[in-house]
């Protein structure tokens, strides 16, 4: 019973295209997350919504927009897509207000070709 | 601002043997600290979780400990086997919402 789920787990793409990773989580939480995680394995906080709205919006390029439909979903689109946006995008979810644990989902490979 | 350091960025040890990672944090004003484990190709997965008010938290092989006056967190993995072999993060939280990462330690446990 998976409790953080995105999909798809790999994309391979041509630049200037658009596509969408879509996250779910069934744990009840309220905040939901998504991470990019490039070649040297570091971990970049994007966005963070808390109960649909957002709270968190680091440095991202405007092709990159979240929406988060209930608190149980946060999709990500990317558009126009450039060779610098291949990574491992990793969707989690907490619930800050008790231990605030961050639970992940297993990543969304995206080749930009 | 808020540093997180993990040293050394890679191990190797041979099986059975125990072992400690470290993870600095240049602020003490933290909500929480997480262990994470990665695998290639894979997710995280949360070990433990530390939260401000607590000094160590135990799960089976693992046991992590927080001093936050000096900015310190160390994961000790008991009786190390192959399994065990992964990438190790840490993460301070501090606030309800922003984690901010270690670059990890990569672990090899040699049979």
């Known amino acids: ?113 | 601002k808020q540093e997180v350091t993990q040293i050394p960025a890679a191990l190797s040890v041979p099986e059975g043997e125990n072992l400690v990672l470290n993870c600095s944090f240049t602020d003490s004003a933290i909500y929480n600290l997480q262990w994470f484990r990665q695998d290639p190709g894979k997710g995280l997965t949360s070990l433990l979780l530390i939260q401000s008010s607590q000094r160590e938290q135990t799960s089976g092989r693992l046991n992590a400990s927080l001093d936050k006056s000096s900015g310190r967190s160390t994961l000790y993995i008991a009786a190390s086997q192959p399994g065990d072999s992964a990438t190790y993060l840490c993460a301070v939280s501090n606030s309800n919402y922003q984690l901010i990462w270690g670059a990890g330690t990569k672990l090899i446990i040699k049979p």
């Open chain 1, 1 to 113: 019973d998976t409790a953080v789920s995105q999909t798809p787990k790999y994309l391979v793409t041509q630049m200037g295209n658009d596509k969408s990773i879509k996250c779910e989580q069934n744990l009840g939480h309220d905040t939901m997350y998504w991470y990019k995680q490039d070649s040297k394995k570091f971990l970049k906080i994007m966005f963070s919504y808390n109960n649909k709205e957002l709270i968190i919006n680091e440095t991202v390029p405007n092709r990159f927009s979240p929406k988060s439909p209930d608190k149980a979903h946060l999709n990500l689109h990317i558009n126009s897509l450039e060779l610098g946006d291949s990574a491992v995008y990793f969707c989690a979810s907490s619930q800050p207000d008790r231990s605030g644990e961050l639970f992940f989902g297993e990543g969304s490979r995206l080749t930009v070709l």
